[in-house]
């Protein structure tokens, strides 16, 4: 079974650019989503996707945004970077559940904005 | 009022000592209780997952939920230097909600 990967391990960009962070699901997962953690903090939601469709959104600006493809893959899209933005991304899969489910995280984007 | 809050230590203890890792939260609706283990640079490992209030055994750890005073508990017996981490206790409305964090606490086992 392959857990969650993600690419790039490490970006550096500056203030203005674009960004497009990847995820690959873990096999058979179907649901994606994604944290933002901010040093010394705890990763905080920016959104999931289930069926390569949104399926809830967390307090980010729309400049945030992702694709889920038909093979359950993802992407996260930050435009206009904002010093703030420099942060671990973290992607998560599971299996979508109307109980708890478990959520089963990537290594990380280390995005730094200069 | 954060929804969930969580005591960033650092919290250094040594090894062999019983550990107990604590976070409280402010809304009922959460009834699923994850408690993730973040070593550094990495992304977080998925330690322990509780349903509603009781008692949860795996191993060395013990999850906690007391849904009353709204408590979340993990509990490490015979904590060793591996023990070293982040743990993040991580709350769930149901499922497929998002997880809400707490900003973890920073433990050192010392050998």
């Known amino acids: 079974e392959t857990g969650v990967t993600q690419s790039p391990t490490h970006l550096i960009k500056t ?3 674009q960004v497009t962070l990847r995820c690959s699901s873990q096999s058979g997962h179907n649901t994606v989503s ?36 038909p093979n359950y893959s993802s992407e996260l899209n930050v435009n206009a970077l904002e010093l703030d933005d420099s942060a671990l991304y973290l992607c998560a899969s599971s299996l979508p559940s109307p109980v708890g489910n478990e959520q089963f995280f990537g290594p990380g984007t280390r995005l730094t904005v200069l | 009022q954060k929804e969930v809050e969580q005591d960033p230590g650092p919290l250094s203890v040594p090894e062999g000592a019983i550990v107990s890792l604590n976070c409280t939260y402010s809304n009922s609706a959460f009834q699923y ?20 209030s009781g008692n949860k055994e795996d191993g060395r750890f013990t999850a906690q939920v007391d849904k009353s005073s709204k408590y979340i508990s993990l509990f490490i017996r015979d904590s060793q230097p591996s023990d070293s981490a982040t743990y993040l206790c991580a709350p769930q409305r149901s499922g497929n909600t998002p997880l809400v964090f707490g900003k973890g606490t920073r433990l050192s086992v010392i050998a």
């Open chain 1, 34 to 69: 994604w944290y933002q953690q901010a040093l010394g903090q705890g990763p905080q939601f920016i959104f999931q996707y289930y069926r390569e469709e949104e399926n809830g959104r967390g307090n980010f600006p729309p400049r945030f945004s992702g694709l889920q493809f």
């Open chain 2, 33 to 52: 209780f994850m408690w993730y283990r973040q070593y550094s640079r990495k992304g977080p490992e998925l330690l322990m997952y509780t349903y509603s």
């Open chain 1, 15 to 17: 203030r203005g650019q």
